[in-house]
Structure formats: C-alpha cells, structure tokens
C-alpha cells in the first residue's frame, strides 16, 4: 500500500493506495492522524507534502523511515518545469499538477485549487508546466475585510445562495467576497481558453464543491486531485530507483 499524506495550512489529508486505486480519503485537522496511518504495517511506500510547517517532529514518529520521501526540490517529477524561480513553488501546487497529468495526457490544462489561497496552474500537452497565478481564497479575504477595517463582521459561513446587490452588510461582503471570485475564476479560464486550444479545466481544494456550481464554465470537479498527484509522484520516483 502506498500513502500520500498532505499537510496543508487548515487540514491534513490522507490518502491511501493499492497501486494506483484510492482505497480512502480522510480529511482531519490532526496531524497526528496521518502518523498513526504511517505506520500501518501493510503501508510500504509513503510520501509527504507540507507547504511551510516544519515536519521533523512528525517524521520522526514514523516507523522505518526508509519507506517515506518528502516531496521538495529532489524529487524526480513526471513533467517538465519552466518556471524560473522553482525553489519557490509550492508542493501543493506540483502535487495538483501531477494529478491532472494523471488524469489527463496529452491536452493543456489548467488545474484551479480553491482553499486558503487560490491557485491556477497551467501545464502545456507537451508536459511542460508553466506557471500560473496565485490570490487570496475566500476566507482571507474574509479575514481580510475584518481585521482591516474597524467594523465590518467576520464571515465564517457564508450562504450558498449569495445575491448580486446586498441588503445588508453581511448580504455585501458575500456579495463582494463570493462573486468576486467566481468573477476571477470565469476570467481566468476564459483567457486560457482563448490562448490555448483544448483546454481542460480540473478545480479542487476546500472550497470547491462551494465555487464549481457558481462558474459558468466547463469544468472538472475533483476533490482528490492533490492526493492522486502525490502517489503518481511517488510510484513515478520509485520506478525510477528500481
């Protein structure tokens, strides 16, 4: 068995691998939880994503650490980067590439990640990654609005349902916070599309199930996207040491 572990800003994810099958997909705010997975005795493989949190301590507590790679700079990936400051991508942003090239082969595409920031990354159908964009997710710019100003509330648990003119104040920062992004959104895929032809667009992350009915454009939903990304990188730096 092979785990892809994730430890993001908000939440740890965990996904474990018979080969290439998802087998389970857990999501917890303890890191912990994801340790105690690792050192199940039918796991043989493991990899480990963090975007800024030191995980010494944590890889530490796992048991016959011959079997972990940490996904960094070493790692060998199954695509080609143009991007000129490399020791600056985030592994999180590799490991959603990696698994849109998991799922799809030989098209462009544009994979969007909606959680603490939103993300768009763009790999050509030559798999060669390109870059992308970077901006603050719906509940920074929630913070945001609130810790800037002297009066306006903290949304936390904004309405599925967010109307164009707010009635109120709370109705106008969802107004503002929501259909902004769903505004940057439906841009930033359209520009792609103009640029590049059979474009797919793959979204994940947090707060995708909220956003994806809200984007009037084709896209693939896929909540595991990150975690699919990982085991192809790991089974992909594997064979290579094989």
Known sequence: ???????????????????????SYVVSE?????????NRQDVTSIIISSVGKDISHYLNLIEN?????????TCNLPFTLNYESQGTLGVDRVAAVAGGLYLFQNTN???????TCVTFDFIDKNKVYQGGAISPGMQMRFKALNQYTAKLPLITNPTETVELIGKTTTQCLESGVINGLVAEI??????????FEKLQVIICGGDATFFTPKINKDVLLCSELVMLG??????YNNASTT
Do not use: C, P, W
Request: glycine share 4%.
């Open 230 to 235: 990982l085991n192809s990188i790991l089974q």
């Open 1 to 23: 068995m092979n785990l892809a572990i994730d430890i993001g800003n908000t939440f740890t994810k965990t996904a474990l691998f018979d080969h290439k099958e998802l087998v």
């Open 186 to 195: 439906n841009f930033q895929i359209e520009a792609y599309q103009n640029q």
């Open 65 to 73: 650490k011959e079997r972990i790679r940490v996904l960094d700079s």
């Open 109 to 115: 595409l544009l994979v969007i990640d909606l959680g």
């Open 30 to 38: 303890k890191v912990m939880d994801a340790i105690h997975l690792a």
